[in-house]
């Protein structure tokens, strides 16, 4: 018997680096996201209120 062609013996490494690779861009999404989110949007008048 030869080697199996096609099998997936050997492919551990990878996909754990793969879901590791997407897990980081996952997590890094989310910090950008939530970062800019305070910033008001374009054309929204902002209120200013003096306090005495």
Known sequence: MGPQRGAANGWGA???MGALFGY???ALSI???R???PRAAAGT???VTARR
């Open 45 to 47: 008048p902002v209120r």
């Open 35 to 37: 970062s800019a989110a």
């Open 31 to 33: 910090c950008l996201v």
């Open 24 to 26: 980081w861009l996952l």
């Open 14 to 16: 990878t996909a754990s």
